[in-house]
T-cell receptor
Framework: AQKVTQAQTEISVVEKEDVTLDCVYETRDTTYYLFWYKQPPSGELVFLIRRNSFDEQNEISGRYSWNFQKSTSSFNFTITASQVVDSAVYFCALSEAGAAGNKLTFGGGTRVLVKP | EAQVTQNPRYLITVTGKKLTVTCSQNMNHEYMSWYRQDPGLGLRQIYYSMNVEVTDKGDVPEGYKVSRKEKRNFPLILESPSPNQTSLYFC?????????????FGQGTRLTVV
């Protein structure tokens, strides 16, 4: 069965600090997809990134970067030079290629609070 | 604009009073799902649909019903809501089964059952 664990429930930082969110997953499939979503205080889910299991390249998008390590089943997310607008709940999610219904399995989420 | 639209955004109801949360997508997606979000648990899939008239249970289907009579619509029905169904609900759609087609989420419906 697929499982996603986000051990950090809440992280508080001061603006301009870097923050890294941990995500560890479990799956028996060899083909799967990993996602990060942002949920700002307004409540909607904002897609940030998708990674497939065959692509272990790290990715950088502006102040965001992602470190995918298959050997440790982790897909960590770093916000560099955090800003107040980064305050949100962040979810890591996993979808197995064989999962019925295209199901996404989410971690419990990490609340990030960026203080000015 | 590609979007998934849920209504209502907020709903307070009483125990036992039937309600429907609507979901509509304009992307001609085959797959649609309902999720509920609860603190510390992330989002969990309630029901999904692979196409018109094809639906199946997700991880937490008890107390919910769905239907898929048209490709664009996937309403969530609570026949007799109970307080433990107080939650934030999301509808999602995706082009196909494969995970490389990212899911589009609706804005969410915050339901309170008193």
């Amino acid at each position: 069965a697929q499982k996603v664990t986000q051990a950090q429930t809440e992280i508080s930082v001061v603006e301009k600090e870097d923050v890294t969110l941990d995500c560890v997953y479990e799956t028996r499939d060899t083909t799967y997809y990993l996602f990060w979503y942002k949920q700002p205080p307004s409540g909607e889910l904002v897609f940030l990134i998708r990674r497939n299991s065959f692509d272990e390249q790290n990715e950088i998008s502006g102040r965001y970067s992602w470190n995918f390590q298959k050997s440790t089943s982790s897909f960590n997310f770093t916000i560099t030079a955090s800003q107040v607008v980064d305050s949100a709940v962040y979810f890591c999610a996993l979808s197995e290629a064989g999962a019925a219904g295209n199901k996404l399995t989410f971690g419990g989420g990490t609340r990030v609070l960026v203080k000015p | 604009e590609a979007q998934v639209t849920q209504n209502p955004r907020y709903l307070i109801t009483v125990t036992g009073k039937k309600l429907t949360v609507t979901c509509s997508q304009n992307m001609n997606h085959e797959y649609m799902s309902w999720y509920r979000q609860d603190p510390g648990l992330g989002l969990r899939q309630i029901y999904y649909s692979m196409n018109v008239e094809v639906t199946d249970k997700g991880d937490v289907p008890e107390g919910y019903k769905v239907s898929r009579k048209e490709k664009r619509n996937f309403p969530l029905i609570l026949e007799s809501p109970s307080p433990n169904q107080t939650s934030l609900y999301f509808c999602a759609s995706s082009l196909s089964r494969e995970g490389y087609h990212s899911a589009f989420f609706g804005q969410g419906t915050r339901l309170t059952v008193v």
